[in-house]
């Protein structure tokens, strides 16, 4: 038997702008749009063919090899919906 599980989406489906859930402690955890080290918008450079996103309470410790880095764990939804940033999708 399967365990259902939500995903949180963070980059739809055929957009190109990288967003991440904030894991600053304190911070009620929005998703944000991710900026470079200079503080710029950081953008894919062509669109993602599926919706990207995270499962939450989950966490990528930073050990091992390669190390984890310290997010909650990614998830893509490879159907042909378009979700909605924050959209709470539940995945197999």
Not at 11 to 32: A, C, D, F, Y
Not at 49 to 57: A, C, V
Request: hydrophobic content about 30%; charged content about 30%.
């Amino acid at each position: 038997r399967r365990a259902d599980v939500n995903m949180v989406v963070e980059i739809p489906r055929l957009t190109s702008e990288k967003n991440e859930v904030s894991t600053e402690r304190g911070s009620g955890h929005p998703i944000l749009r991710d900026t470079t080290s200079e503080g710029l918008p950081r953008s894919y450079s062509g669109v993602t063919y599926w919706n990207y996103g995270m499962l939450p309470q989950t966490w990528e410790a930073p050990v091992g090899d390669p190390p984890g880095d310290r997010d909650p764990l990614d998830i893509v939804d490879l159907g042909s919906k378009i979700r909605k940033v924050g959209e709470i999708v539940p995945v197999r």
